[in-house]
């Protein structure tokens, strides 16, 4: 999408994630997200990940996969 933008052309522009609603759960230093389950994107998002984020650097620190999850549009 940022890629078809003629003023951020250049600019290095990092995952955002999808386009959902999910659940959340922020501690001190961890921020914890599902991917949601795909009622409300357009183009289909949702997921059955459920990732940690270290608050200081944005880098992934554990990613599991919830098997019994299913994005609605599956």
């Not at 914890?32 to 992934?60: C, V």
Request: aromatic fraction near 6%.
């Amino acid at each position: 999408m940022g890629k078809d933008v003629p003023a951020l052309k250049g600019i290095n522009i990092p995952r955002t994630g999808l386009p959902d609603r999910v659940g959340m759960l922020v501690t001190k230093t961890l921020l914890f997200a599902g991917e949601g389950a795909g009622l409300y994107a357009l183009d289909g998002g949702g997921g059955n990940k459920f990732r940690a984020y270290d608050k200081a650097t944005g880098e992934i620190i554990s990613k599991l996969s919830c098997p019994l999850i299913k994005p609605a549009y599956q």
